[in-house]
């Protein structure tokens, strides 16, 4: 128990997907510029992580390793992200229309966030079983939510403050990005892995 | 490696493909919604004035307490009694009379406001269900009269009344159509 906290912890603070390893930064800079969207992007990278990294799991445990093609995890799993993704959109149109025209063009552009092709690999290299998996992948999309809405709040003040003509837009938010990426050291040390 | 490796590989990742796709196929064609589409159809003959006088927060979500049955068709003064007609006809349900509770009929009516006493709150703008009205917190306001929908719901926040609604224009009646697709 003790171990799958310090994991979750590890995985949404100490090693903050975005701010410490730099996986998933297109959606961080591409989807922070107003919060309602930044939010649903959050939860649903949260949903198809946490989704995508037990279903990978089961693949390399009962697929991949018994006929020894390793070599192919990341052809593989990058094929099994997309059909999660896709499978996600179907049910949440499904269920929920209003939700569905509010996440709009996120759901399918979380295909291409690195960062859940990220855990899926690191789970594997770190010989994660299928809870430690999945609480990895879970606490991941919620760093990675944390991380860009507090991001997107930043920014959103941004937008009125007075900042010099050179680095209005994009330049101001990779140098928040960095401080904020250096605010999160300090959670170095709280001993997780 | 040997040649048998690549084979199993490739039908591995061949077999991994057509799984997904034909799961995803069967997920597509067995859980897309069907009501949903009702729901579009009653949308498209409501008003699209998002006034709220059903009781529900906008058209859509009056459309779908229609599918559902939650509500009657009776609801809708702006459409009026022609609207009424087009969901007895879409929905084969015998047409009734405009229940009074929820308003009468009125003539097309846009919102104007007298610019010489608006003080520029802007505690109109976010009353305005599809945002026509333009201005900023101490600059004066305006509508856009060809999207309002004369909702009267900026009437109540005005501190000052300076909103008032006029006869529609004929090009503002766009609303009164269907909206496209």
Not at chain 1, 145 to 159: N, P, Y
């Amino acid at each position: 128990m003790t171990e799958l906290l310090l994991l979750a912890l590890g995985a949404s603070l100490v090693n903050n997907f975005v701010l410490s390893n730099f996986l998933g930064l297109c959606p961080f800079i591409g989807v922070s510029r107003r919060f309602e969207a930044a939010a649903g992007m959050a939860l649903a990278t949260l949903f198809v992580l946490t989704l995508a990294s037990g279903l990978s799991f089961a693949l390399w445990q009962w697929v991949l390793v018994p006929l020894g093609l390793e070599y192919l995890r990341t052809l593989v799993f990058i094929l099994l992200i997309a059909g999660v993704v896709q499978f996600t959109e179907i049910m949440v149109r499904a269920t929920s229309p209003l939700l569905h025209q509010l996440l709009g063009i996120f759901l399918p552009l979380i295909t291409t966030n690195c960062a859940v092709l990220g855990v899926a690999l690191l789970n594997v290299n770190r010989q994660h079983g299928l809870l430690e998996s999945l609480v990895f992948g879970a606490s991941a999309g919620a760093g990675f939510g944390l991380a860009l809405l507090l991001f997107t709040a930043l920014r959103e003040r941004l937008d009125t403050a007075d900042v010099p003509q050179a680095f209005r837009g994009a330049p101001v938010a990779l140098v928040t990005a960095g401080l904020m990426a250096l605010a999160f050291m300090g959670f170095a040390g709280l001993g997780a892995r | 490696m040997n040649p048998d490796a690549v084979v199993i590989a490739v039908l591995v990742a061949a077999a991994l493909a057509v799984t997904l796709g034909v799961a995803l196929g069967w997920a597509a064609a067995r859980i897309e919604p069907d009501t949903d589409s009702l729901v579009e159809r009653i949308d498209a003959l409501l008003p699209q004035t998002q006034c709220g006088q059903c009781r529900f927060p906008g058209c859509r979500p009056y459309a779908a307490a229609i599918a559902s049955g939650a509500a009657e068709i009776d609801r809708c003064p702006p459409g009026g009694e022609e609207t009424v007609r087009a969901l007895a006809a879409l929905l084969d349900r015998a047409p009734r009379p405009l229940d009074p509770a929820f308003g009468t009929p009125k003539p097309a009516q846009v919102a104007w406001i007298d610019e010489a006493r608006c003080i520029g709150c802007a505690r109109c703008l976010p009353a305005c269900p599809v945002d026509a009205i333009v201005g900023a917190p101490r600059q004066m306001h305006t509508v856009i009269a060809a999207q309002c929908t004369g909702c009267e719901l900026c009437l109540p926040p005005c501190p000052v009344d300076c909103i008032e609604l006029r006869p529609a224009p004929a090009v503002s009646r766009r609303h009164r159509q269907p909206r496209a697709a």
